[in-house]
């Protein structure tokens, strides 16, 4: 369905602000128009352009530091991160990350994405995963970028466990979500 | 628990014969021995060393070839495979696996060498991951040997789903369970 501009700009500007990562060519897509509107639309709206979009994202510092592990064994690249709470991380599906065959990403990057999300989002010197439960809902292909948002979902001190929701997008699509059971060495303290 | 030589030696050979690649370190533990003694119930009862094991099964042909992915991309040594029933696959755990502050096996390297063997079992061109339901039941340290055991449990030709259920193990300890939900381009010809 055709929308008028006005409506499409603010749809636009919405869909960019709960989505920052989508490109021009998704949202053209999604709006059913050509990227060249897009561009002009983001132009009226002051909204830069996907690539500065995200430098700003990882220039920005981040509010917490990771705890749980070295930043460097995370894998992705952690863009938001608040502990014991949510995190955001963005992996871009390179060559090494797929079947020759087929260029579909292989599953273990994104489950490595969201359970190395889930320990860093946890706030403690040690995390360990003891369960997951994924779903794959979504090929990836080689070039796209996965949105991973981590999310802590609850807490038991007294099991020492914590659950954390993982649900990762390519656009607005999503691609994967699953659900880790994390042990930590410290009940949260609150 | 001290057994007599009889009977030790019975329990070995079957020990042996059910996980071919513990070690005598863990057999000396397993039945309250030295190794020495080990050592000794291999020479007479004619068991190879563990080196000699390993290089026998890895010398053994395949049954069957893998065919769903090119055979490298498996992570790990497929050690046994018979398309579409069962397939083993062994993982040396080394320090480009572990977490660097505990020495501990990060869980998607257990997850990818579990996910994997599931996609090389599959007797089809293409075969997808699409739900996985994993426990990680015992941490595995660096220099540990991981000998994963995939089994097909359920075919589902109208919804072309399979279902995989794949046990790791270190010696004869669990280490990593799942069931897997693998979609694939052809239903399964029986």
């Excluded at 955001?88 to 090494?96: A, C, F, G, V, Y």
């Amino acid at each position: 369905m055709k929308r008028n501009k006005k409506e499409r700009q603010k749809l636009l500007q919405e869909t960019i602000s709960n989505t920052p990562f989508i490109t021009d060519e998704e949202l053209a897509e999604k709006f059913n128009v050509s990227i060249q509107t897009i561009r002009l639309d983001r132009l009226e709206l002051s909204i830069p352009e996907l690539r500065e979009r995200i430098k700003h994202v990882a220039e920005k510092k981040l509010e917490d530091e990771v705890k749980s592990l070295p930043l460097e064994e995370v894998i992705g690249d952690i863009i938001d991160l608040q502990l014991d709470q949510t995190a955001i991380s963005m992996l871009e599906i390179k060559r090494e990350h797929v079947f020759s065959r087929n260029q579909i990403a292989r599953g273990h990057h994104l489950f490595a994405q969201a359970n190395s999300l889930a320990v860093a989002l946890i706030n403690d010197e040690l995390a360990l995963t003891t369960k997951a439960n994924i779903h794959f809902t979504r090929q990836v292909k080689e070039n796209e970028r996965v949105i991973a948002k981590a999310k802590m979902i609850k807490n038991d001190t007294e099991s020492r466990r914590t659950w954390v929701e993982v649900n990762s997008y390519v656009g607005s699509e999503m691609v994967f979500s699953g659900e880790f059971e994390m042990y930590r060495s410290n009940p949260k303290q609150r």
